[in-house]
């Protein structure tokens, strides 16, 4: 019995390491300074910034399985399903198409449309 094939695709790492980054250097610098301007707001931007680069790199933004394709907001609580058959699926432009509607865009994704497109025929 073989298990049916499901794709997670992440995004690049380029933007969450440059947020972990910034965020570190935001909670650094407020360290630094021994907190003496108070609880400012670069403390709460630079943790909020520290959590949504942790779950970036941690989480898919994008999961397709053979019936349909999810695609998840980082936080995790929203999640948009879109069922699909293989023959209403069309790649152009780095932008995934169910029935010429668009769907989602792979520009920012850690995957490459040839890859992709390997999955859908073996879909």
Known sequence: M???????????KTFPLFLLASSTFGLFRAYSTGFSEGFSL???LSLIAFIVCLLALIFPAIV??????RVMILWGITI?????YPEEISIRNDN??????QIVSI????????????????V
């Open 80 to 84: 948009k399903v879109y069922p699909y």
């Open 107 to 122: 520009a920012l994704m850690d995957i490459t449309i040839r890859e992709l497109r390997e999955f859908f025929e073996d």
């Open 96 to 101: 995934i198409y169910i029935n010429d509607k």
């Open 42 to 44: 670069m403390v709460i």
């Open 2 to 12: 073989n298990p049916k094939p499901k794709l997670e695709i992440r995004q690049k």
């Open 64 to 69: 397709i399985t053979p019936n349909d394709i």
